[in-house]
């Protein structure tokens, strides 16, 4: 299984909204309603922010959504703030013979 | 909380062997599945090992696959990475991360701990 297609670097001004894109295919993304996202300030432990496409796990901000079309999925940030530059990593499941494998990762950065 | 402080990282020659330790707080430890993802420098995350709740099923990425040991003593609430003839592409930091099954599979996260493999 290859990593799903993230864009490398996504930016945007503080208040803004961004959206950062994870590719897939018919056998991962489009498949199952299982992609979570990953939230990885450098040198801290990675948090998960999505799970099952569009579920927030509780404490995290509803500044973060997800959402599903075909084989691509999209993790929204609203109302951008300074906290939010981190890398983020999609994943999703792709069958009980198939390991794990994440998204290539992006870079947001807020200007 | 939740909580996950791995150990056992540091600086070893390429072939040498090290043993990384993830103690895990917070949770039922014998009651969940963990894995070992790490992250190569400058690089994404990448999935390592994963082991069942009660230790009876291994899985391994197949570039670690008879290199590398994934194991936990649940009395000790305790996961570990036996690392063996290690490569300098094995230089990474290594997380340990808790699994909550298909739904949400990698729920929580340790620090990590740094393995650099050089001569």
């Known amino acids: 299984q290859s990593a799903l297609t993230q864009p490398a670097s996504v930016s945007g001004a503080p208040g803004q909204s961004i959206t950062i894109s994870c590719t897939g295919t018919t056998s991962d993304v489009g498949r199952y309603n299982l992609v979570s996202w990953y939230q990885h300030h450098p040198g801290k432990a990675p948090k998960i922010i999505i799970f099952?496409?569009?579920k927030r796990p509780s404490g995290v901000s509803n500044r973060f959504s997800g959402s599903k079309s075909g084989n691509t999925a999209s993790l929204t940030i609203s109302g951008l703030q300074a906290e939010d530059e981190a890398d983020y990593y999609c994943?999703?499941?792709?069958?009980?013979?198939?390991?794990?494998?994440f998204g290539s990762g992006t870079k947001v950065t807020v200007l | 909380q939740v909580q996950l402080a791995e150990s056992g990282g540091g600086v070893v020659q390429p072939g040498k062997s090290l043993r990384l330790s993830c103690e895990a707080s917070?949770?039922?430890?014998?009651?969940?599945?963990m894995h070992w993802v790490r992250q190569a420098p400058g690089k994404g995350l990448e999935w390592v090992a994963l082991i069942s709740y009660d230790g009876s099923n291994t899985y391994y990425e197949d570039s670690v696959k008879g290199r590398f040991t994934i194991s936990r003593d649940n009395s000790k609430k305790t996961l570990y990475l036996q690392m063996n003839s290690l490569r300098p592409a094995d230089t990474a930091v290594y997380y340990c991360?808790?699994?909550?099954?298909?739904?949400?599979?990698?729920?929580?996260w340790g620090q990590g701990t740094l393995v650099t493999v050089s001569s």
């Open positions: 991360v808790r699994t909550s099954g298909r739904e949400v599979p990698f729920d929580f």
């Open positions: 099952e496409d569009n």
């Open positions: 917070g949770f039922i430890f014998r009651s969940y599945a």
């Open positions: 994943y999703s499941y792709a069958g009980s013979s198939t390991f794990y494998v």
